[in-house]
């Protein structure tokens, strides 16, 4: 999953990227709204983080101007704002949650996941596919119980094909959700990394669409 922090603190920037990135996300950043809208206008993101006081553009008015030109991308509103009309207000111009700073950022990653598993449809943070299944919270995966190691690039392209179950996903797409913006992209390098995840997980839960790309279907499940 690839995700968009729009934060003009540099501080609180970074912290809440690292974290991402060490949940497992893809992450670009932006130090303020003009810059962040012309990403969110730009780049194909999962979800995106987005603080209310920003310079140059504020918050709202650059959520404002996403949902006006029709863009859904689940957003998460930061704001220092103890009023309620505030929230409101984020809430009016097309936010899906929003945390007040100061917070944890556990309470962050956890709006997070249940932001992404809503806008694909899960309801619970463990995601099954056949005898696969993804723990978004813990970052594990399991065929039949017993533990998958992977690495982070793994992991990702995994848990965007689980998020994405029963639809068939291009190379192209991959690549856009799997890598932030400075990485140098390849998409003949998820064909590598399909390869790799068959022959861990043992089991043939991943289907390659021929010219269209990469279905996961439990329902062809074969050891």
Not at 148 to 163: I, N
Not at 183 to 200: A, C, H, Q, W, Y
Request: aromatic share 6%.
């Amino acid at each position: 999953m690839r995700l968009l922090v729009v934060e003009d603190d540099r501080t609180l920037n970074q912290q809440i990227v690292t974290a991402l990135e060490q949940a497992g996300y893809a992450v670009d950043t932006a130090m303020d709204g003009e810059e962040g809208q012309f990403l969110g206008d730009t780049e194909p993101y999962d979800a995106i983080i987005l603080d209310l006081g920003l310079p140059k553009v504020d918050g709202v008015s650059v959520l404002t101007a996403w949902r006006r030109e029709g863009r859904k991308t689940p957003v998460i509103i930061l704001t220092a704002r103890d009023r309620w009309s505030d929230k409101v207000q984020g809430f009016d111009a097309g936010a899906d949650d929003y945390v007040t700073k100061p917070f944890h950022m556990e309470e962050l990653l956890a709006r997070v996941r249940a932001l992404l598993r809503r806008a694909t449809g899960h309801a619970t943070s463990e995601i099954a596919c056949g005898p696969v299944k993804l723990d978004t919270r813990s970052g594990r995966v399991a065929v039949d119980g017993n533990p998958v190691k992977l690495t982070s690039h793994e992991y990702r392209l995994l848990s965007y094909l689980m998020h994405h179950t029963g639809r068939i996903v291009s190379r192209g797409e991959l690549t856009e959700h799997l890598y932030d913006q400075d990485f140098d992209r390849d998409s003949n390098t998820i064909e590598v990394f399909i390869g790799r995840l068959r022959k861990k997980l043992g089991v043939d839960i991943i289907q390659t669409v021929r010219g269209l790309g990469y279905l996961l279907d439990a329902g062809q499940t074969k050891t």
